[in-house]
Nanobody, 124 residues
Framework: QVQLVESGGGLVQAGGSLRLSCAASGSIFSINAMGWYRQAPGKQRELVAAITSGGSTNYADSVKGRFTISRDNAKNTVTLQMNSLKPEDAAVYYC??????????????????WGQGTQVTVSS
């Protein structure tokens, strides 16, 4: 079992920055890819960014150049630095972990564990 706990959400003005963190505990040795997803009211959950255990990253087109995902395997944390936030970035952000050793974290259906989510609100 893996437990994921997100932190760092909140309210920010458009153009501002937030840093989300996700702490993993439990059977962390089995985790390969980790990702951040988001879901806004009335919309489907969508990929924001993903990172493999080897450090390969993928980003949604809408956040490229503004968001950065990073991972500290020693501390079992994954971080999402969000800059130049826009009102359309507002959503509940979820951290997720995939155990598949060859997964790259792009398919939400293949993630094995999810955090409880943290709210990000961006005022215009």
């Amino acid at each position: 079992q893996v437990q994921l706990v997100e932190s760092g959400g909140g309210l920010v003005q458009a153009g501002g920055s937030l840093r989300l963190s996700c702490a993993a505990s439990g059977s962390i040795f089995s985790i390969n890819a980790m990702g951040w997803y988001r879901q806004a009211p009335g919309k489907q959950r969508e990929l924001v960014a993903a990172i493999t255990s080897g450090g390969s990253t993928n980003y949604a087109d809408s956040v490229k150049g503004r968001f950065t995902i990073s991972r500290d395997n020693a501390k079992n944390t994954v971080t999402l630095q969000m800059n130049s936030l826009k009102p359309e970035d507002a959503a509940v952000y979820y951290c997720a972990a995939e155990l598949n050793p060859v997964g790259i974290g792009l398919n939400p259906a293949l993630y094995d564990y999810w955090g409880q989510g943290t709210q990000v609100t961006v005022s215009s």
